[in-house]
């Protein structure tokens, strides 16, 4: 079945630090690729998603781009903040499962002053 | 525009005993879901409605989980008799396709069963 992975955190940083959070997949056929964010207490949030193969999802800061040849949506931004600090999730929905979302595990990401 | 909302955020039960929850999702939105999120982990889908009708419910323990979605706007998730591991936060979402299909979720309602 799909499935998703991503690196284990926590990931500790200092403001200002390059951030990558790595993810792969494994699903049939070509799905839509997303990161959701959950700040502490808060619901997720859609932070950005790719809909085929070399799109590149943006959005504050944060960049993915669906490698179809590594099966990887890897996280990155340039300049992290404090307010940063969150859960970041990968998720994968195959276009034929009525967009039903997978989820990775979550990786959690302290940034210090 | 409104988010989706759920109730109550925080219950504490113990087990046998039995619980529900409520969502009212995006005004207009078509699709509901019903995810279970572990303390550690990422969410797992337990049931998805179509208006009032289920495209999806094969995670759901159907012998303690029950759902319903009678008018194809709110939603219920019941957990009876609860179980030490239904400890979780209970997400809802929902999407359109005006939206794009992207899903929305609501803050969650966090379960713990003693």
């Known amino acids: 079945g799909d499935s998703v992975t991503q690196m284990e955190g926590p990931v500790t940083l200092s403001e200002e630090a390059f951030l990558t959070i790595n993810c792969t997949y494994t699903?049939?056929?070509?799905?839509?690729l997303f990161w959701y964010v959950q700040y502490p207490g808060e619901g997720l949030q859609l932070l950005l998603k790719?809909?085929?193969?070399?799109d590149k999802g943006s959005n504050k800061g944060f960049e993915a781009t669906y490698r179809k040849e590594t099966t990887s949506f890897h996280l990155e931004k340039g300049s992290v903040q404090v307010s940063d600090s969150a859960v970041y999730f990968c998720a994968l929905a195959p276009l034929a499962a009525g967009n039903k979302l997978t989820f990775g595990g979550g990786t959690r990401v302290l940034v210090k002053p | 525009e409104a988010g989706v909302a759920q109730s109550p955020r925080y219950k504490i039960i113990e087990k046998r005993q039995s619980v529900a929850f409520w969502c009212n999702p995006i005004s207009g939105h078509a699709t509901l879901y019903w995810y279970q999120q572990i303390l550690g982990q990422g969410p797992k889908l337990l049931i998805q409605?179509?208006?009032?009708?289920?495209?999806?419910d094969s995670q759901l323990p159907k012998d303690r989980f029950s759902a319903e979605r009678l008018k194809g706007v709110d939603s219920t998730l019941k957990i009876q008799p609860a179980k030490l591991e239904d400890s979780a936060v209970y997400l809802c979402?929902?999407?359109?396709?005006?939206?794009?299909?992207?899903?929305?979720f609501g803050e969650g309602s966090w379960l713990t069963v003693v």
């Open positions: 979402a929902s999407s359109s396709p005006r939206g794009g299909n992207t899903i929305y």
């Open positions: 409605f179509q208006n009032n009708g289920v495209v999806d």
């Open positions: 699903a049939t056929g070509y799905p839509s």
């Open positions: 790719a809909t085929k193969a070399d």
